[in-house]
C-alpha cells in the first residue's frame, strides 16, 4: 500500500493550485483521509480531513480558502487551494487510514510535495 501526492509547484499570491493523493496497493478500504503541511522550522500541521462518508473538517487558517474531497471509487483525495497566501508555503503531505487485505488500518503517508507562494 502506498499514497502518492501530486500537484505540488510554485505559485503567486492570490493564486490557485489543486493537490491530489493516490492510494494504490491490496486495499481493502479507507477511512480518513487528510492533508497535512510542514513549513520549514515548524511543526507538521492538520489543514484538512475528510471521512468516507464526505464529511470534512478545515483548518480555521484554510476555512474559506481551500476544499478538500474525495473519490472513494478512484481511492483519491484532492486538495483545491484558492486565493493562497505567502504563508500557505509548505511542503504538503497526504495521510490516510487504510486497511489492506492483509493487514489492520493503521496510517500511511505521502511523499511530500511543495507548495511555494510566491510573486
Known amino acids: 500500500v502506498q499514497l502518492q501526492a501530486f500537484g505540488g509547484g510554485l505559485v503567486q499570491p492570490r493564486g490557485s493550485l489543486r493537490l491530489s493523493c493516490l492510494a494504490s496497493?491490496?486495499?481493502?478500504?479507507?477511512?480518513?483521509m487528510a492533508w497535512y503541511r510542514q513549513a520549514p522550522g515548524k511543526q507538521r500541521e492538520l489543514v484538512a480531513s475528510?471521512?468516507?462518508?464526505?464529511?470534512?473538517n478545515l483548518s480555521d487558517s484554510v476555512k474559506g480558502r481551500f476544499t478538500i474531497s474525495r473519490d472513494n471509487g478512484k481511492n483519491t483525495v484532492l486538495l483545491q487551494m484558492n486565493s493562497l497566501k505567502p504563508e500557505d508555503t509548505a511542503v504538503y503531505y497526504c495521510?490516510?487510514?487504510?486497511?489492506?487485505?492483509?493487514?489492520?488500518?493503521?496510517?500511511?503517508w505521502g511523499q511530500g510535495t511543495q507548495l511555494t507562494v510566491s510573486s
Open positions: 475528510i471521512n468516507s462518508g464526505g464529511i470534512a
Open positions: 495521510n490516510a487510514d487504510i486497511r489492506s487485505t492483509f493487514a489492520a488500518m493503521r496510517p500511511y
Open positions: 496497493g491490496r486495499i481493502f478500504s479507507i477511512g480518513i
